[in-house]
């Protein structure tokens, strides 16, 4: 494996240098929840009953798929779901 | 954020560091693939809460 | 006090091998001696040397050529020498008849630590210790251009990755302190020291040479007067606007000719990215944070200039705002563009001047009043106003008076907002207005200018 780069941080250091997920929603009022299937067996079992219950609350949810869970997600499906849905779980492994 | 069973706390660890970056994540009880369909809509409902707070600031 | 010896040498370099009778008389003298040797620890063989591991002792020396000899008198180095002369050596070692034996002199060979790609890795290992910004290591799967986009670095652009021995050869090319502070750097008014701007300075792809005319664009945006905070929080179109002037815009190969404010030249491009970037980085400042602009302008990318001072018949810009003769400078001016003022008609400075009035006075509405501009004054209209005779103050007094307009109190141009430069080329009757901001003066911006340093 090659070296570990080091860069020296451009910044006026305010904030952490590591990556950090974009915030979150003070609430899931009106934004779209996907649920995205990594394709493990039993998976959707998990994702079904979730889907229930999410509807419960009035959530708004989407579903999409991977095609297998070897492999990361295509293109195209992450570009489907950045479009139609504010967040997104991923699941079920295993 | 993803759903993983705990099986796999030391692979998301592991990820989370070549990637520099650890997305959220909730580990319900392993296996899920020989549970009856009962059993895993039980891993579902009481994991229901926590991941809408993990969704949510 | 007490005299000491250190000796560089290498196996590879046939001046030092032949030298080795002088090595022995060195250490039969009874003097201090220390002796390094860069490749084979088992040479020299009439002495015994240690290897010079990872040739930090070599670097740290700054050792250019073997062999080099120093002498200390209690530790500071007083004096040094290098390849073989032996006059030199036995002045320097107050010895006599050293390598009796040997021809009087041969020159020595180059040091293994300023082999090609060397100096920049060994300051890298060895000098990284000037820096005092945050090390950001990167994950063993990142790559280093990305990582620079996912942690919110970039313009958009890519960027150069910002690592230690690209930092350090930046810093070379300043006598300046990277400690030093040049100012606060808007919004979050962080303290903007000189190895902050070198840092940005290698993501936007300056050379080191060009980080003394960054540093002077900087100190200038940090004026109180240009008001940069103000600059990038504006639902305004403007961005900051370099223009340089001075024996810098050819020393770095600036481009001053056609196609002056577009794509390119590397020099004109990086240093406006490098102050974007200052501002995004160290200042904190963002499209859709801080920064309100509704539409922006593409020059927030990079808008930097220099003047064509050679092919012009005025002083120079920075020398009608108070620089030095023969300075270079830098004047910021906070603006957007390009708005064209086509003429292919008028022969005569009277018949030209009045196609600029005619621009200027629907420039942004009718109504708009006390705007500030950079008139940019291509080759071919620059040409009609020589042959006419006219002065840079001859046409900005021409330009005032086409435009004064009898109903109305205040003038279309801000008194001292007008910023009159020549650049471009060759053909093309086309010259160029930049509009400045809807807050002028005192209580927006002020055009800056400053003298650039070393």
């Known amino acids: 494996m090659r070296n570990t780069p080091v860069l020296v941080d451009p910044t006026g250091e305010v904030e952490p240098a590591r990556r950090e997920p974009l915030a979150r929603p ?35 949810v989407k579903r999409y798929m991977k095609p297998t869970f070897a492999r990361i997600a295509p293109i195209a499906v992450k570009q489907q779901i950045a479009s139609e849905a504010a967040l997104v779980v991923e699941g079920l492994a295993d | ?31 899920i693939q020989d549970r009856t369909d009962a ?11 926590e991941i809408v707070s993990r969704l949510t600031a | 006090m007490t005299k000491q010896l250190t000796l560089v040498v290498k196996r590879d370099c046939p001046t030092c091998t032949l030298l080795e009778p002088v090595y022995a008389a060195l250490a039969a003298s009874g003097i201090a001696l220390d002796v390094w040797t860069q490749d084979d620890p088992a040479f020299p063989e009439s002495v015994s040397g240690a290897l010079d591991e990872g040739l ?76 005092k910004s945050r090390r950001v290591p990167l994950a063993p799967l990142e790559d280093e251009i990305e990582a620079a986009y996912e942690r919110g670095w970039s313009d958009g652009l890519p960027v150069v990755p910002p690592t230690e021995a690209r930092v350090l050869a930046m810093l070379d090319g300043t006598t300046r302190d990277p400690g030093e502070v040049l100012g606060l750097a808007p919004p979050n008014l962080q303290p903007c020291t000189v190895e902050k701007v070198a840092v940005n300075a290698v993501m936007a792809g300056c ?25 990038l929080a504006t639902t305004y179109y403007i961005g900051p606007i370099v223009i340089v002037n001075g024996p810098v815009r050819r020393a770095i190969g600036m481009n001053a000719k056609g196609n002056v404010l577009g794509q390119g030249n590397r020099a004109n491009a990086t240093v406006g990215r490098a102050l974007q970037l200052v501002v995004r980085n160290v200042g904190g400042g963002k499209p859709q944070g801080v920064d309100r602009a509704a539409l922006g302008n593409p020059g927030k990318y990079t808008f930097c200039f220099p003047e064509d001072e050679e092919g012009s018949a005025w002083p120079p810009l920075s020398e009608s705002r108070g620089a030095g003769k023969g300075a270079s400078a830098v004047t910021l001016f906070a603006g957007y563009g390009v708005m064209g003022v086509v003429d292919q008609d008028s022969r005569t400075p009277e018949a030209l001047v009045e196609t600029f009035a005619d621009v200027f006075r629907g420039l942004e509405n009718r109504n708009r009043r006390n705007i500030d501009a ?7 209209h620059d040409r009609v106003f020589r042959d006419g005779g006219w002065s840079r103050e001859d046409f900005e007094v021409a330009l005032r008076t ?46 800056v200018t400053k003298e650039v340093g070393t």
């Not at chain 2, 059993?39 to 809460?49: G, H, T, W």
């Not at chain 3, 062999?67 to 030199?88: F, K, N, Y």
């Not at chain 3, 950079?374 to 071919?380: I, T």
């Not at chain 3, 141009?413 to 400045?436: K, Q, T, W």
């Open chain 1, 26 to 60: 003070p609430s899931l009022d009106g934004r779209t929840v996907a649920l995205l299937d990594i394709s493990k067996a039993r998976g959707d079992v998990f994702l079904d009953r979730l889907h229930m219950r999410l509807d419960e609350r009035g959530i708004e």
């Open chain 2, 1 to 31: 954020m993803g759903v993983a069973t705990t099986e796999f706390v030391e692979a998301w660890q592991a990820q989370s560091a070549a990637l520099g970056y650890e997305p959220p994540m909730i580990f319900v009880p392993h296996p």
């Open chain 2, 39 to 49: 059993e895993i809509q039980a891993l579902a409902d009481a994991a229901v809460d």
């Open chain 3, 56 to 131: 930090e002792r070599s670097f740290r020396l700054g050792v250019e050529i073997v062999p080099t000899l120093i002498r200390r008198e209690d530790g500071e180095e007083v004096e040094r020498t290098w390849g073989w002369d032996r006059a030199e050596w036995e002045r320097l070692t107050g010895l006599e008849g050293l390598g009796a034996d040997l021809p009087p002199f041969r020159p020595g060979c180059g040091a293994k630590n300023v082999e090609p790609g060397m100096p920049e890795a060994l300051a890298a290992r060895f000098g990284s210790a000037r820096l």
């Open chain 3, 207 to 231: 050379k080191p040479e060009y980080l003394p005319l960054v540093l002077a664009v900087v100190e200038a945006a940090l004026d109180d007067a240009f008001c940069m905070h103000g600059v």
């Open chain 3, 374 to 380: 950079v008139v940019v004054v291509s080759p071919e």
């Open chain 3, 402 to 447: 086409a435009l004064h307009e009898p109903g109305h109190s205040t003038p279309k141009l801000r008194e001292g907002g007008l910023l009159i430069v020549r650049a471009g080329g060759g053909a093309g009757m086309f010259s160029a207005i930049l509009p400045g901001w809807a807050a002028t003066g005192p209580v927006g911006s002020i055009p």
